[in-house]
């Protein structure tokens, strides 16, 4: 008899443990997304270097 009350109590147990794990929140807050990937930034053309440019700055 001992020991159907140490087994249910290891279900019981067993029980609660699971329950827990399996309710229990991952800790995210809000909507789950992806990353949003960052926007390509065009650089501007090199511009060549002419006596005219020179003269003019």
């Given at each position: 008899?001992h020991a159907q009350q140490i ?21 995210q807050k809000g909507p789950l ?25």
């Open positions: 008899m087994s249910r109590l290891l279900r019981l147990l067993t029980g609660a443990l699971l329950a827990t794990v399996l309710l229990s929140a991952c800790g997304t992806l990353p949003q990937a960052e926007p390509e930034v065009a650089a501007p053309p090199p511009q060549k270097i002419t006596e005219d440019t020179e003269s003019q700055g």
